[in-house]
């Protein structure tokens, strides 16, 4: 089994919990991996956007530290 295939088992499993509609995997900077979202733009910029609120949460974080 492939890396790839493993996630998209692990995703589809996360989605089966309930109350769960999609799932992602993304990089730090916002690079969609995999995804169970339907269309592959909202994915992408699910992440991209997930990866700013990250970016700004950890700016704030060490501002405060």
Known sequence: ???????????????????????????RDGLLISSTISKKQHAETFVAMSATMIGAADQKHYCWS
């Open 1 to 27: 089994m492939t890396t790839t295939e493993m996630l998209e088992k692990i995703l589809k499993d996360i989605n089966n919990i309930g109350g769960v509609e999609a799932s992602a995997v993304a990089s």
